[in-house]
């Protein structure tokens, strides 16, 4: 048995449920309590279970960000004028609700935040930097990296 935050514990099967739901997302139940070789009912009550102990956030389709028209993915590391509270919060309030942002985190080190971002082209990125982002007063300094190639990418967590 394996133990996560707290008290919460994921035995063989619960591990096994959620391997096989992180590679397909859309398995049927039937299909998925054949797999992990369990009855349909005791499976699919396993994964009610998860998503209620909050092991499993929410399912979603994971789109192909070039085929889309998003040519250029980015790193962008950003850095406070000054650290108070209702300054940083509103900061976050208004990055959060940015469209280019798929991941916002909050740093240790020289800069005080990452944010992952995508855009179609150039000219998008130059927008997005210089009339979205450094018009939010407080933002001292800014610093991007464009991608050149993604060598891997992914969004399953290793059980073991």
């Known amino acids: 048995m394996i133990q996560y935050s707290g008290d919460e514990t994921l035995d063989s099967l619960d591990k096994a449920i959620l391997e096989v739901?992180?590679?397909?997302?859309?398995?049927?139940?039937?299909?998925?309590?054949?797999?992990?070789?369990?009855?349909p009912p005791a499976t699919h009550a396993r994964v009610r279970q998860l998503e209620k102990?909050?092991?499993?956030?929410?399912?979603?389709?994971?789109?192909?960000?070039?085929?889309?028209?998003?040519d250029l993915l980015c790193f962008v590391h950003m850095s406070?004028?000054?650290h108070q509270h209702v300054q940083i919060d509103e900061i976050q309030a208004d990055i959060q609700q940015m469209s280019e942002v798929l991941e916002f985190y909050r740093l240790t080190g020289e800069f005080d935040y990452l944010l992952k971002v995508v855009v179609r082209h150039r000219k998008d990125l130059e927008r997005f930097i210089i009339d979205r982002l450094t018009s939010i007063p407080g933002i001292a300094r800014v610093q991007t990296s464009v991608v050149l190639t993604e060598?891997?990418?992914?969004?399953a967590l290793s059980l073991e």
């Open 80 to 82: 406070l004028q000054l």
């Open 53 to 70: 102990r909050g092991f499993i956030r929410q399912y979603t389709a994971l789109l192909d960000r070039e085929r889309t028209g998003f």
């Open 151 to 155: 060598i891997k990418s992914t969004t």
């Open 21 to 39: 739901l992180q590679a397909d997302g859309r398995i049927s139940n039937a299909e998925l309590a054949r797999r992990i070789n369990l009855s």
